[in-house]
């Protein structure tokens, strides 16, 4: 936060010239601003061009990581059997990835996968949410990069343990050659789950979830950006029109912060099934 | 044409000298409306909503508390009835112990005062046994000594039959006397 207002100043300080400060950018207007996919490649803090090019949505996951990490250290080093309020609300969190997501999918086998599956859902709920608080206003996830690894983690999971349980003959036939279905089918369905298993799984769990905090980032700044325009520049009844985008950025912020949460239990609950699928004697 | 002006955009984001605060700041415009709004749910939620569920979070853990501190009541009051009983335990083992103790001193008691009449009574019936014996013997001397008396009579009176300067013959009569008087006993058993 210190470092944030010091560059705040220092940016000021630097402005001497004809563009604006960062603040007074802030409460002005020089048109309308139409969100773009730049968004999501802002300029380098440092490593420029290089593989450790790190600009703030990077910054904006370390900072989520920190805090995730931060709160539950914070939390589980003052454990008590009696919850006070914040342990009560964390708690709350843990129940609800195992009772209404691990548990119903998994079973028998819930004790095993509870740990990865829990982190993956908290994991993924702090980098979305990051998208709709204010400094950081970007989803970490909005940048494919983070929900690929989150996907290959499940991907790798669910073939690694779907080999080790079956053998790798056995977990392919199980796979590809679902039982029960007339041989001449699997002329059509091997292909099917061929893709299914080893590309469309992984990619889809990674898609999804970047596309819709994509989108959700490029609906809250058009929001934002109109009501700047109309509050700032725009004249006489125009102006009122701010009112109506406001709120309209008002919706989509606490439909955010739905979809945040949501997705981390679309894709918690997808990989609980994938690890599932690949467990499974026979379906 | 879309590909190529986001690409155009890109180029211009990156050729455009970036610095300062908006290299880790958002957009000045995503940023202001994102506070605003941040800040109308932050006061919502921390007047209207946490405090409700705060109460509740508060409560549950006051029941929760209250249910350990029952239960931990109870276990105490389980260990006090569990102490008192071991104590009592030992208290009936003790009692009985001692009870059989006494049992067995008054046993001893019991066969040593036994043994102490059964040894008077024996005492008593030898003493009994004695004096008879005693009785008949004292009678059967005073029976032999009147029948002696006789018998001492008869052989005298034999003797003096006989002639009494022959002492072989004195002799003879003696022991033929003798053995009549060994037959005569013999044959009365």
Redesign the interface.
Known sequence: MG??LA??V??EA??SGGSKS?IE???S?DGF?AP????F?????FGDGTIFEF??IM?VRVIAALMLIALFWFVANRAK?????LQ??LEFMLDFVKDQIVEPVMGAETKRFLPILTTIFLAITFFNITG???????ASTSLIGLPIIMALWVYVLYLAYGVKKHGLGGYLKNNLFPPGVPKAIYLLLTPIEILQVFILRPATLALRLAANMIAGHLL??L???A??YFFFAAAGAMKSMAAVT?AA??AF??FEIFVALLQAYVFTMLAAVYLNMALEEEH | MMLAQTLLLAEEAHTTEVEGADLILPAPYDLLWSIVIFAIIAVVFTRVFLPKIQKVLDERAELIQGGIEKAEKAQAEAAAALEEYTAQLTEARAEAARIREDARVEAAQILAEARRRAGTDAERIVETAQRQIDAERHQAVVSLRSEVGTLATDLASRIVGESLADDARQQRVIDAFLTELETTVKAEG
Do not use: E, K
Not at chain 1, 41 to 45: D, G, K, L, T, V
Not at chain 1, 81 to 85: D, E, N, S
């Open positions: 470092n944030l560059a705040v220092s940016a630097t402005d960062y950018r802030m409460f207007s601003h773009s996919i730049t968004d490649f802002p300029p380098a803090i600009n703030r910054m059997v009696v919850p006070g309020r009560g609300a709709v608080i204010p400094f950081l206003n970007i809250l700044v929001c934002f950006s009501t700047q406001f950025g008002f912020t606490l």
